[in-house]
């Protein structure tokens, strides 16, 4: 699902792809990508290769992600999304420079 106009949401990236493990959902906020973080301790890349994929609604992450297996989110607006939606516990999310970064892997 595609985002057209203000009142769609937050822009964000979904990338879904089946691996051994079940289905993976690479989600970011749209500004991100492409972008490296560094908080002293760790460096990160949202790279194209990984997190590119199509522009969605928040309404389309959250349905991919309640499908998903493993998820990987960088981003205020994709991780909140998937802390209000009960994906990621707020506690387990990483501070980067100037944004965030969760996973989770449902069994």
């Given at each position: 699902m595609t985002t057209s106009?203000?009142?769609a949401g937050p822009s964000m990236v979904l990338a879904e792809r089946e691996t051994e493990r079940g289905l993976l959902v690479a989600a970011c906020?749209?500004?991100?990508?492409g972008e490296t973080y560094d908080n002293g301790d760790l460096e990160f890349t949202v790279n194209e290769e990984f997190y590119g994929?199509?522009?969605?609604?928040?309404?389309?992450?959250?349905e991919s992600l309640a499908?998903?297996?493993v998820g990987n989110l960088v981003g205020e607006a994709v991780v909140d999304?998937?802390?209000?939606?009960?994906?990621?516990?707020?506690?387990?999310?990483?501070?980067l420079e100037d944004t965030v970064?969760?996973?989770?892997?449902?069994l």
């Open positions: 106009g203000p009142e906020d749209r500004d991100v990508l994929g199509e522009v969605a609604s928040p309404e389309a992450v959250r499908a998903a297996n999304l998937a802390i209000d939606a009960g994906f990621v516990d707020e506690a387990n999310v990483l501070d970064h969760a996973q989770f892997v449902r």
